[in-house]
């Protein structure tokens, strides 16, 4: 009976870890070491064990992971290259689109195939051009809105007579080292600033051996920021109070080149007693000074309202310069320029564009608002077409300008004016009642009235409270606190009715109308006690 017992067969034990395999291999010279038991038993009779492992390495290769040495691609120490579209340095910064082409190595640079690829280059796919995801019919609105922003063009349209003024007059002062002051007064939106930044580009080589400074005064914390502001631009070390004033008028009057500032939003600089607008306009008047000084700023009257002593000695008072609104032709031209940029068929109708000037210009004549208006056209118009195209497939093959698949039309500028320079005051009406409020409405015949007796469009918050609390006496009712007149002046600039210029405080913050007069008026004229108080005026 044949046994059953397993034959004895020799095995290999190999350690767990890494560690034990080190300490169980016993050290062996390379004289006297052989081949191992494995090796032995695996190889055939008459064949040595070397040629055995040889063969068997070359017909069953390990697998990447476990290749050692130059065999595997990831231990090679150069760096080896990368595919085309990585390789090729003129791919960095280029974003692929929706169908684009994959680059082919020849316009890749490539010397040769990858090794990646075992010497085998990718197929390319000659097949009919694959359908897009989006269609590209959105590119002329895109082009449309980029050129309606309200950037500084490289020509201001219709502002001819206002840019050679300043030019005339940086020309006098400047470069004929006169010392003198311009005060430039209009509307947000009639170019004060865009006027005035094409001038001192173009006479960047005349003005080129003085100190030219430009300040933001939106930008200072309060009226006193400005000198530590200037002496810093002019290099002096800051300096608050009075001695930073001496500082200034003695760096100002001592030997040098010509002194050139310019300070934007001017009235952000007024305080009480406007004792730094005085003292930066009598700069100017120094003996020996070399300062020429430039503001800008919205206020028509700014120098008869609150720097009347100026004009105490007629010669040295400053040179007023204003920028009348834009007119419904300019803003005509200046809306067909900027469209005419975009190539192929117009984006905007004629009618729409014409209707959008002419209601522009009836109420303010600011281009920013006109160039917003048509921008927010495009862009109804543009969410229209693309929820209409989405996922649609386009074949292969654009013209080289995109068509327009829908023109902005009448409606849809009639819509966003609506929604910028609407009625407003009726916005709260609901089924016919007015549920606009008492005290807003009270607020409104107060400034109302205060506008005329200035005979500005812009006061402060202080003055406006006092006027609203004299109207309310007058009429015997209950007035607010300032900080909630704040809230009320807050509440009608979200409704579109006042714009609210803040300031450091609150009693200095500027309030004006963002719509005429004569339409306010006659909105507010709807109630009995509204007429009352706009007849009975201010005591």
Same mark, same amino acid.
């Given at each position: 009976m044949a046994s059953t017992s397993p034959q004895h067969q020799p095995t290999i034990d190999f350690p767990r870890r890494r560690s034990a395999r080190r300490l169980a291999a016993p050290p062996t010279s390379p004289a006297k070491s052989g081949p191992d038991p494995l090796t032995r038993r695996l190889s055939p009779p008459?064949?040595?064990?070397?040629?055995?492992?040889?063969?068997?390495? *070359?017909?069953?290769?390990?697998?990447?992971? *476990?290749?050692?040495?130059?065999?595997?691609?990831?231990?090679?120490?150069?760096?080896?290259p990368c595919s085309p579209t990585k390789r090729s340095k003129e791919n960095q910064g280029r974003r692929l689109l929706f169908g684009d082409p994959p680059a082919s190595p020849e316009k890749a640079g490539s010397p040769g195939p990858s090794p990646r690829c075992g010497g085998q280059e990718t197929p390319?796919?000659? /097949?009919?051009?694959?359908?897009?995801?989006?269609?590209?019919?959105?590119?002329?609105?895109?082009?449309?809105?980029?050129?309606?922003?309200?950037?500084?063009?490289? =020509?201001?349209?219709?502002?001819?007579?206002?840019?050679?003024?300043? =030019?005339?007059?940086?020309?006098?002062?400047?470069?004929?080292? =006169?010392?003198?002051?311009?005060?430039?007064? /209009?509307?947000?939106?009639?170019?004060?600033t865009a006027s005035l930044s094409h001038v001192l580009l173009d006479c960047k080589d005349e003005l080129a051996g003085s100190k030219t400074i430009v300040l933001n005064c939106m930008s200072l914390s309060s009226p006193q920021s400005v000198f530590p502001a200037v002496a810093q631009e002019l290099g002096l070390p800051a300096a608050a109070g009075r001695d930073g004033v001496r500082r200034l008028? *003695?760096?100002?009057?001592?030997?040098?080149?010509?002194?050139?500032?310019?300070?934007?939003?001017?009235?952000?600089?007024?305080?009480?007693?406007?004792?730094?607008?005085?003292?930066?306009?009598?700069?100017?008047?120094?003996?020996?000074?070399?300062?020429?000084?430039?503001g800008l700023a919205n206020a028509l009257d700014l120098m008869d309202r609150s720097l009347a002593r100026l004009g105490a000695r007629p010669a040295s008072s400053p040179q007023l310069l204003h920028f009348p609104p834009y007119t419904r032709e300019q803003l005509s031209t200046i809306l067909r320029e900027r469209l005419g940029q975009v190539a192929g068929d117009p984006v905007l109708d004629a009618a729409a564009l014409q209707f959008c000037a002419r209601k522009v210009s009836a109420v303010s004549g600011d281009a920013r608002k006109a160039l917003d208006v048509c921008r927010r056209a495009v862009e109804v118009v543009e969410l229209e077409v693309r929820n209409q195209t989405l996922l649609k497939p386009l074949p292969g093959g654009d013209s080289p300008v995109s068509p327009v698949p829908k023109r902005v039309g009448l409606l849809h500028v009639s819509r966003v004016i609506s929604e910028v320079f609407g009625d407003r005051l009726a916005a709260g009406a609901v089924g016919g009642r007015d549920t606009f409020p008492l005290q807003q409405k009270v607020l409104l015949c107060s400034l109302l009235l205060l506008a005329r007796r200035l005979r500005t469009r812009e006061v402060t918050l202080g003055k406006l409270h006092d006027a609203y609390s004299q109207v309310c006496r007058q009429q015997h009712l209950p007035a607010v606190d300032q900080a909630e007149c704040?809230?009320?002046?807050?509440?009608?600039?979200s409704r579109g009715v006042l714009e609210l210029k803040r300031a450091k405080e609150a009693r200095l913050a500027k309030v004006s109308l963002k719509m005429e007069e004569v339409a306010v008026e006659h909105a507010l004229q709807d109630t009995a006690l509204v007429g009352s108080i706009l007849a009975q005026g201010l005591r």
């Open positions: 008459g064949r040595p064990a070397a040629a055995t492992r040889s063969a068997r390495t *070359k017909a069953l290769p390990l697998s990447p992971r *476990k290749r050692l040495g130059d065999d595997n691609l990831c231990n090679v120490p150069q760096a080896l390319q796919s000659s /097949g009919p051009a694959r359908p897009r995801l989006f269609r590209q019919e959105g590119t002329c609105y895109q082009e449309a809105k980029r050129v309606l922003h309200a950037a500084v063009p490289d =020509r201001l349209h219709a502002r001819e007579r206002e840019t050679g003024v300043m =030019r005339q007059f940086l020309r006098e002062h400047v470069c004929g080292r =006169r010392p003198g002051s311009l005060y430039v007064s /209009g509307a947000p939106g009639t170019g004060k008028e *003695k760096h100002l009057t001592a030997q040098g080149p010509m002194v050139l500032l310019v300070l934007d939003e001017l009235d952000q600089l007024e305080s009480k007693g406007q004792d730094v607008l005085y003292t930066l306009f009598e700069w100017p008047r120094l003996p020996r000074s070399r300062l020429v000084l430039v704040l809230s009320l002046v807050t509440l009608l600039e």
